[in-house]
């Protein structure tokens, strides 16, 4: 719990302190974005390498050296004297947390029985959102009473206090499966593709890239991504199980997923640049502002928890889906009059339609696998929930960086046009989760 803590602090707290490094560092938002899309972007790809550590060197050795990395690697992020250090040091945090993060997903599913696991991913989500929760409120802080360095330093203590708890608490393993070869070839695919996709997305916010080279790294993502899924049909131990896709509710639920990424990522990156830059609120305001919204998500993940246990996981996440479609259309057609409070209200219906859909996602996409499947299949879900904050952070931003500015910043309207973005798409994601098995 601590290290999956500590990852999704490093891809909140960060969002609060965006206007400040883009003022220290004289960039735009098209590079500011990278901050957080390069973090998620090598999170998603080293998240499915954790599979293979686990295997080889066991829970215990892996945190313990992922959490030791991370720990040196954020505190070196805080001490970046440019932009593109600064970027690198967020690109490495990912990639570690990519490592830390699918861990405890596959501890409940192996160690809980089906019935059983619903309640216990809502108990785990209940300590994990207390990051997301205190995180913009941490940020805000920091950021107007300090500097916006020690925003890179803030995970770091979490970090070790894990460490020390690997060492002292979690066993070494029994047993081990027979050692087998590392799909390298395929995280090296698997990683261009992404990178390239991702980078031919932020070109096309520059207005001084061209036309042939943003086509240029589109087809070598598109090559990288075919070169990929041959690889993982033909290799023995795919980093990637993609046989799991032929099961319509793992396909479903991956469809889900996706809107959950986007939902989650997009919005936590949108919020604090919405009310800083077009509303003027403060690092400190912007962070009170999601702290009722995380204590509302952490509220709602237990009772989440228990009715994806009794109840149909697609209803949940039709619900969850609904709340924070309803919760984008109205910060879409916020002004600049509208009071705190309600822009408050409306980040705390979003996280409570998120709270209704981590659940029953887990739930509907992996209860029914076979129980040597359940390390593969969290895995790919939690690839693709990572895949969609990526996606969606650069969709946000490329709306936002292609919409009215002022002053060199985004106008109100550019943020309502990324709102209404947001919600179509995640809205959207109900037609195939609806055809979800009851």
């Given at each position: 719990?601590?290290?999956?803590?500590?990852?999704?602090?490093?891809?909140?707290?960060?969002?609060?302190?965006?206007?400040?490094?883009?003022?220290?560092?004289?960039?735009?938002?098209?590079?500011?974005?990278?901050?957080?899309?390069?973090?998620?972007?090598?999170?998603?790809?080293?998240?499915?390498?954790?599979?293979?550590?686990?295997?080889?060197?066991?829970?215990?050795?892996?945190?313990?050296?992922?959490?030791?990395?991370?720990?040196?690697?954020?505190?070196?992020?805080?001490?970046?004297?440019?932009?593109?250090?600064?970027?690198?040091?967020?690109?490495?945090?990912?990639?570690?947390?990519?490592?830390?993060?699918p861990m405890a997903m596959y501890l409940v599913f192996r160690v809980f029985p089906r019935e059983r696991r619903g309640q216990a991913m809502g108990i785990y989500g209940l300590g994990v959102i207390l990051a997301p929760a205190l995180g913009p409120v941490l940020g805000g802080f920091l950021v107007d009473q300090l500097d916006w360095r020690y925003v890179m330093f803030a995970p770091a203590p979490i970090t070790v206090l894990g460490v020390f708890m690997a060492w002292r608490f979690l066993p070494l393993p029994v047993a081990r499966p027979a050692p087998y070869p590392f799909d390298l070839m395929g995280l090296l695919c698997l990683g261009l593709a992404v990178a390239a996709s991702l980078d031919a997305l932020n070109r096309l916010q520059s207005h001084l890239a061209t036309r042939s080279g943003i086509a240029l790294e589109a087809g070598l993502a598109i090559l990288a991504l075919l070169a990929f899924i041959i690889r993982e049909r033909r290799t023995d131990h795919p980093l990637?199980?993609?046989?799991?896709?032929?099961?319509?509710?793992?396909?479903?639920?991956?469809?889900?997923?996706?809107?959950?990424?986007?939902?989650?990522?997009?919005?936590?990156?949108?919020?604090?640049?919405?009310?800083?830059t077009a509303l003027s609120y403060s690092a400190t305001d912007a962070g009170l502002l999601m702290l009722p919204a995380g204590i509302a998500l952490g509220l709602t993940f237990p009772l989440a928890g228990r009715m994806a246990d009794r109840y149909s996981a697609r209803a949940l996440i039709v619900l969850g889906i609904g709340l924070f479609t309803l919760s984008a259309l109205l910060f879409a057609v916020s002004e600049l009059t509208l009071a705190f409070g309600w822009l408050a209200l409306w980040a705390v219906l979003g996280r409570i339609g998120l709270g209704f859909?981590?659940?029953?996602?887990?739930?509907?996409?992996?209860?029914?696998?076979?129980?040597?499947?359940?390390?593969?299949?969290?895995?790919?879900?939690?690839?693709?929930?990572?895949?969609?904050?990526?996606?969606?952070?650069?969709?946000?931003?490329?709306?936002?960086?292609?919409?009215?500015?002022?002053?060199?910043?985004?106008?109100?309207?550019?943020?309502?046009?990324a709102w209404w973005l947001v919600a179509v798409f995640v809205a959207l994601a109900i037609i195939p989760v609806w055809r979800m098995r009851a």
């Open positions: 719990m601590l290290g999956t803590m500590a990852t999704v602090l490093s891809a909140t707290v960060v969002n609060v302190a965006l206007p400040d490094i883009m003022s220290e560092f004289g960039i735009r938002q098209g590079t500011a974005h990278w901050l957080a899309t390069g973090f998620i972007a090598a999170m998603t790809t080293t998240m499915l390498a954790s599979s293979w550590l686990l295997d080889h060197f066991g829970l215990r050795k892996t945190l313990m050296v992922a959490m030791s990395a991370f720990s040196l690697v954020s505190v070196l992020g805080g001490f970046s004297a440019n932009a593109e250090s600064l970027i690198a040091a967020r690109i490495a945090q990912g990639a570690l947390a990519g490592l830390m993060q990637l199980k993609l046989s799991l896709l032929r099961r319509p509710s793992f396909v479903y639920a991956n469809i889900g997923a996706l809107a959950l990424g986007l939902s989650l990522f997009g919005s936590t990156y949108l919020i604090p640049l919405f009310v800083q859909m981590l659940p029953a996602l887990s739930t509907g996409g992996l209860n029914p696998l076979p129980v040597e499947e359940l390390g593969a299949g969290s895995s790919v879900i939690n690839f693709t929930r990572q895949l969609g904050g990526a996606y969606g952070i650069n969709a946000v931003a490329l709306t936002l960086e292609f919409g009215e500015h002022s002053g060199g910043l985004p106008s109100l309207s550019a943020f309502h046009t």
